[in-house]
C-alpha cells in the first residue's frame, strides 16, 4: 500500500518510507567511495590527496543544489498541506529553472578560478595539476550536479522516493563503470576519475528532470510559472542550513587539511581523504533519513496537526540514538579493513588512517541527532535556527577544536576534533528543540 504525506507514521512505516532516501544516499556515498579507491590503488596517493584537497570547494558550489533542494521541498511540502497544488507546481518549476541558471555561473567561475583557489588551499607543486586536471573536469558538470542534488529531496516530496533510488544507483553503477574504463582501461588518471564522476551526475540529475518534465503519477510536475522572488528568497532562505553545512564543512575540511600538511604532510592529507569517504558512508544514513522525514514533517506543519509532529519528533529522537551506538561500534569494527582496502599498499599510510578512524568513529554517536535537528527546523521553514545548528556544528566548533586541540593532544587532536564538535552541536540542538516547543506544538 501507498504510503503517503498525510499519514500516520509508525516505527515500521516510517521507516519503509525512509528506506529509498536513505539507500539513495548510501548508494551515492558508496560510488563516491569506490572513485576515491579506483585512485588511490591505480593512480596514486599523491593524486588521492590533490582530489581530496580541493574537493571542499567543489562540494560548496554542489552544496546550492541541496539548498534549493531541502529549502524548496519544505515550502513545497508545506504549500502541499495546505491544499494549493498548482502553487506547488509553480515553486518547485521555479526552485528547477534557479538550480539550472546558477549552476551555469558557478560552472564558469570555477573552471576559471579553480588554479589559484588550489594553491590558496596549500596545493604542492606535486599536487597543483593533478587539482586542477581534476577540478576543471568535474566542474562541467556542475549544474547537473546540482540538479542531482535537488531531484534527491524532491522525489521524495512527490511521494517517489523509489525512483529518487533507482535514478542514484543507475548514476552508481555508471560512474563505477566509467572509473573503471577510464582509470583503469585507458590510464587517465584523476582527469578519467572526474570525468566518470561527471558523466554520472548527468544521469543523476537529467533521468528526473526528463521525468517531471512529462505527465507522471506524483504529487509533482514541471509547469509554466515566473519568477516569486519572495517564495525563491524564502526557499533559499530556509534551505541556507543545507548550504552552511557544505560551505562550513568545506571549510573546516580546509583547515583539517592545512594542519595536517603540517603534522604529517601529504599522508595525513591522504589518510584524511579516506576519512572523508567512509564519512559520507555513515552520514548519509542519517541525511537519508532526513531527506524522508522532512517533507512528512513540513506537511504535517502546514495542515497544522500537531499531534503528528510530537510524533515523528519522538520517534526520529529514538531512531537517531540507536543509529548512532551502531554506527560507533561498526566504524571501530571496520577501522581495519577498510583501511587495508584504501591504503594497504604504504604502512605508514595505513597506520595513520587505521588509528585516525578509531578515534574519528565516537562523533557517529551524536551526528544523527545534529543532522536530524537541523532538518527538522528547515522543515519547519526556520532557517535561523537550522542554520545556527549547522554553521555552529561544522564551521565554528570543529574549525576551533581541530586549530586547539593538537596543542593539548598532539596528531591525535585533529581526529578527536569532530567528536568535541558533535558534543557542543549537541548541546545547542537540545537548547533550541527546548525553546521552540511551545512555538510549534510539538
Given amino acids: 500500500m501507498k504510503i503517503r504525506l498525510s499519514d500516520h507514521f509508525t516505527y515500521g512505516k516510517l521507516m519503509r518510507f525512509c528506506a529509498a532516501p536513505i539507500i539513495m544516499m548510501v548508494f551515492t556515498s558508496v560510488y563516491g567511495v569506490v572513485n576515491g579507491l579506483f585512485v588511490s590503488n591505480f593512480v596514486g596517493k599523491i593524486p588521492f590527496a590533490a582530489i581530496n584537497l580541493v574537493m571542499p570547494f567543489i562540494m560548496i558550489l554542489g552544496g546550492v543544489g541541496f539548498m534549493i533542494g531541502t529549502g524548496g521541498s519544505a515550502l513545497v511540502a508545506k504549500t502541499l498541506g495546505e491544499g494549493d497544488k498548482d502553487k506547488a507546481n509553480r515553486c518547485f518549476t521555479m526552485m528547477v529553472n534557479f538550480t539550472v541558471i546558477s549552476g551555469i555561473i558557478f560552472s564558469a567561475a570555477g573552471i576559471i578560478f579553480i588554479r589559484p583557489i588550489a594553491l590558496a588551499l596549500g ?19 556542475n549544474t547537473a550536479y546540482m540538479l542531482q542534488n535537488v531531484f534527491q529531496t524532491f522525489l521524495t516530496t512527490a511521494e517517489k522516493p523509489k525512483l529518487g533510488l533507482l535514478t542514484t544507483i543507475a548514476a552508481g553503477l555508471t560512474n563505477t563503470a566509467l572509473d573503471a574504463l577510464f582509470i583503469v582501461g585507458f590510464g587517465q588518471g584523476v582527469a578519467g576519475a572526474a570525468l566518470a564522476t561527471g558523466l554520472s551526475q548527468c544521469i543523476g540529475g537529467l533521468l528526473p528532470l526528463i521525468y517531471f518534465l512529462r505527465p507522471n503519477t506524483s504529487l509533482l510536475r514541471l509547469t509554466k510559472t515566473r519568477l516569486e522572488f519572495t517564495a525563491l ?35 595525513g592529507v591522504a589518510a584524511y581523504g579516506v576519512l572523508m569517504y567512509v564519512q559520507f558512508i555513515f552520514i548519509a544514513v542519517y541525511i537519508g533519513y532526513t531527506i524522508g522525514t522532512a517533507p512528512v514533517i513540513s506537511y504535517h506543519y502546514g495542515a497544522e496537526n500537531h ?36 591504503v594497504g599498499y604504504d604502512a605508514e599510510l595505513f597506520e595513520i ?10 562523533s557517529f554517536i551524536l551526528a544523527g541527532f545534529n543532522v536530524f535537528s537541523s532538518s527538522f527546523f528547515t522543515a519547519l521553514s526556520n532557517g535561523v535556527v537550522s542554520a ?18 593538537p596543542y593539548f593532544f598532539g596528531f591525535d587532536g585533529i581526529w578527536w576534533a569532530i567528536s568535541a564538535a558533535e558534543i557542543f552541536a549537541f548541546c545547542i540542538s537540545v537548547i533550541s528543540l527546548f525553546a521552540k516547543r511551545k512555538k510549534y506544538h510539538y
Fill in 233 to 267: 528568497l524564502k526557499a533559499c532562505t530556509n534551505g541556507a542550513s543545507e548550504l552552511m553545512t557544505n560551505i562550513s564543512g568545506s571549510l573546516a575540511s580546509m583547515v583539517y587539511n592545512m594542519q595536517l600538511l603540517k603534522f604529517a604532510g601529504e599522508n
Fill in 388 to 405: 545556527a545548528i549547522s554553521f555552529l556544528r561544522t564551521l565554528v566548533f570543529q574549525m576551533l577544536s581541530v586549530l586547539i586541540l
Fill in 353 to 362: 588512517t587505521r588509528r585516525a578512524f578509531k578515534l574519528f568513529s565516537f
Fill in 307 to 342: 499531534s503528528e509532529l510530537k510524533n515523528m519528533l519522538k520517534k526520529s529522537m529514538f531512531l537517531m540514538g540507536a543509529a548512532g551506538v551502531t554506527m560507533m561500534a561498526l566504524a571501530q569494527l571496520l577501522a581495519t579493513p577498510l583501511g587495508k582496502i584504501f
Fill in 123 to 141: 596545493a604542492t607543486p606535486a599536487m597543483l595539476n593533478d587539482c586542477v586536471a581534476y577540478g576543471r573536469t568535474v566542474l562541467l558538470f
